[in-house]
């Protein structure tokens, strides 16, 4: 699609606290974009408008963008208050096509990644510590939210877009770039409570769900040395779980696998995306062992019995900040890690999100977005 550039006054939609907060743009970018416009509607191809770089910011080509569940999740409603048209995508990795004037770390040609937020008040504890995630004032979701100056943010289905340049990620020469795009999303989320929960050489982690997340969590937690076993609900992954760098596999599916396998962890990572028994896969958790909620599924009840009788400890992590995600992607780069990818052109996508809902993705399907300058 040509850029086209048109002289706009936005009007975003009650936003912050019922105020209407009025933009005006001097220059507007027409982008191609796929969208969902309601919870039930398939995505379709729908033209967004993205602001020109400002001083600050930078304007990305888009390349590759990976499909999260949390996509289909935000794309169908399933957490409330989405907002729509909805351009869903926070795995994106792509080219620097231009730069604003006060601009220092980038340079058009770059390659470069945006994750699962583009801006955070940057004033905040969290903000501070470098965990713009936890920001207090909630960080700028990269889709399915508003940006700081108040205009919906639309994510990386999508030929290109604007951001900060402090929120964009330089991808390590020589990455793959469409098996870099997840770890935008899945491959944080994974690294970083691997990290705050110290793993170690030799620790037992237990990734549960070998989907998008839990194979970038098999490969990193192996990475950092620890033994790994993944617990799956499909017995046929079995194979590549091992072939993944697994060297377990439990089918929960098994009627004793829970009970065979008791206090048998020091960590679990739990990406499963639907309502499951918490209880039972805390179990496998030793002594002092750390169960961390990656997954978001509807809410489940939880027996408090489970945690007190050998003090686990149950926790949850929201992907990572600015600063640990570079750590991760540098990571990943010396340790040749990157996601194994399904490469779809974005026609295919709500075929994608319905093999995604059935667990039939080996392991994230990656959009090539030359194929929606195309269409
Ligand atoms: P995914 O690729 O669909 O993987 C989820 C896995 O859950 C599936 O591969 C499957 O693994 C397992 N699963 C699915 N249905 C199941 C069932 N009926 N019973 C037991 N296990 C089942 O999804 P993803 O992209 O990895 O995301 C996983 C979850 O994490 C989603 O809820 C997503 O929204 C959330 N998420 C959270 C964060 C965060 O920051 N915390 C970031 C990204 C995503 P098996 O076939 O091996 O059982
Ligand atoms: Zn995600
Ligand atoms: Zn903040």
Avoid at 18 to 39: E, V
Avoid at 99 to 121: E, L, M
Avoid at 249 to 270: C, G, H, K, W, Y
Avoid at 325 to 348: G, K, N, W, Y
Wanted: with cysteine.
């Amino acid at each position: 699609m040509q850029v086209v550039e048109v002289v706009k006054e936005y009007t975003s939609p009650a936003f912050v606290r019922g105020r209407t907060t009025k933009i005006r743009r001097s220059k507007l970018l027409k982008t191609a974009a796929y969208a969902a416009l309601s919870p039930t509607a398939p995505l379709a191809p729908h033209v967004i408008q993205r602001r020109e770089p400002g001083a600050n910011d930078v304007l990305i080509d888009i390349l590759y963008c990976g499909i999260c569940h949390s996509d289909i999740h935000q794309a169908r409603d399933e957490w409330g208050g989405a907002i729509f048209p909805m351009v869903p995508g926070h795995e994106i990795v792509g080219r620097i096509a231009g730069v604003g004037s006060n601009v220092v770390k980038w340079r058009a040609g770059d390659i470069a990644g945006v994750g699962c937020f583009v801006d955070s008040c940057r004033e905040c504890g969290p903000c501070m510590d470098g965990e713009e995630q936890y920001c207090e004032k909630g960080m700028n979701l990269t889709y399915n939210g508003y940006g700081r100056d108040g205009a919906p943010t639309y994510g990386g289905y999508s030929t290109r877009i604007t951001v900060d340049e402090n929120y964009v990620l330089r991808i390590p020469a020589g990455m793959p770039l469409e098996r870099t795009a997840p770890l935008l999303c899945a491959g944080i989320t994974t690294y970083s409570p691997l990290r705050r929960f110290g793993v170690k050489a030799g620790d037992r982690v237990a990734v549960a769900g070998l989907g998008g997340l839990g194979h970038m969590g098999v490969k990193i937690a192996g990475a950092m040395g620890a033994s790994v076993t993944v617990l799956s609900h499909s017995p046929e992954k079995r194979a590549e779980a091992l072939r993944l760098g697994a060297s377990e596999f439990i089918a929960t599916v098994e009627p004793r696998a829970f009970q065979e396998n008791a206090s048998s962890f020091d960590l679990i990572l739990d990406t499963v995306s639907i309502r499951h028994d918490y209880d039972s896969y805390l179990s496998l958790l030793r002594h002092d062992g750390t169960m961390v909620l990656l997954g978001i599924p509807e809410p489940t009840p939880l027996s408090a019995y489970s945690l007190v009788m050998q003090r686990r400890r149950l926790a949850g992590s929201l992907i990572g900040g600015i600063r640990e995600t570079q750590e991760m992607l540098d990571f990943c780069a010396r340790h040749h890690i990157a996601s194994d990818v399904e490469v779809i052109p974005a026609h295919r996508i709500n075929e994608a999100y319905e093999r995604v809902v059935r667990s039939d993705v080996r392991y994230r399907f990656v959009i090539d977005i030359s194929s929606l300058k195309e269409s």
